[in-house]
């Protein structure tokens, strides 16, 4: 299993109680394989992503990152482990407007350290995965929105993540546009071997999911396994 939730229990302060927004969640994703979350706005979902991103710690309860149990790791460790593992697709691309496809690629990697010409062939490789080969000049507003959403997905798989966090990709697009970066997002995933979680709103397009998750309440309902 390369993501693992274990009885996750998540409050935020709220008033002078506190409110549940993981209620004991449990959710395992093998690698190469996609957890599609579904549920109401306020359900929990997008506090389910950032525990999983280790970017909030829970109340209770255990995530395991690519086999990492996270619970004990200094702040600079789980910032590393996200760094290296962890790849996070925001529901905004956030692209910065100056630069090209190609150097917001590269803007990730450059941190790390990596060869300039490791680095650049590694966003083209991408950017042709994404079908973007040929847009890796174009600054972000001569690119589509569909577009600029392959884009941010190419970027968060440039350190080569075993763990794909995915929030709600398709709001900014039309049906069509929406079904493509679904489509696109599942075949990076059988693909490249990540074990992906994607947050949405919306059932439409969920077929090729591996697995289902309904959020209420906090609560995270899990289909049992065929
Ligand atoms: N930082 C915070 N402090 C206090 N309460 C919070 C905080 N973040 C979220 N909440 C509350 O926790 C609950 C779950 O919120 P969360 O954003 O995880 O739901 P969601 O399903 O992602 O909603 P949406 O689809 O609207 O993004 C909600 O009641 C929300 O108001």
Redesign the pocket.
């Known amino acids: 299993m390369t993501l693992t939730l274990d009885t996750v229990t998540l409050t935020?302060?709220?008033g002078d109680g506190r409110?549940t927004?993981?209620d004991r969640v449990a959710l395992d994703v093998p690698a190469g394989t996609m957890a599609a979350i579904v549920?109401?706005?306020?359900?929990?979902?997008?506090?389910?992503?950032?525990v999983a991103a280790t970017l909030?710690t829970p109340d209770s309860g255990q995530v395991l990152v690519a086999g990492t149990s996270t619970g004990e790791l200094s702040r600079a460790e789980k910032s590393a482990l996200r760094r290296e593992r962890v790849g996070i697709v925001f529901q905004q691309p956030n692209l910065l407007p100056s630069l090209t496809s190609a150097e917001q690629l590269h803007v990730m990697a450059h941190m790390d350290g990596r060869k300039p010409r490791q680095v650049r062939d590694r966003a083209h490789e991408l950017l042709a995965a994404v079908g973007l080969a040929d847009k890796a000049d174009r600054r972000p507003h001569q690119l589509s929105g569909g577009q600029r959403q392959r884009v941010n997905i190419a970027r968060a798989l440039m350190n080569d993540p075993d763990v794909l966090l995915v929030?709600?990709p398709t709001s900014a697009l039309d049906h069509e546009r929406g079904a493509a970066v679904l489509d696109l997002i599942v075949r990076l995933t059988r693909e490249r071997g990540t074990a992906t979680v994607l947050?949405t709103?919306d059932r439409a397009h969920l077929t090729e999911a591996d697995q289902v998750c309904e959020?209420t309440d906090?609560r995270l309902y899990v289909p049992a396994a065929a």
Do not use: I, R, T, W
């Not at 549920?39 to 950032?50: D, E, M, T, V, Y």
């Open positions: 935020y302060q709220d409110l927004a993981l549920g109401p706005s306020g359900s929990g979902k997008s506090s389910l992503l950032a909030v929030d709600e947050v709103h959020m906090g």
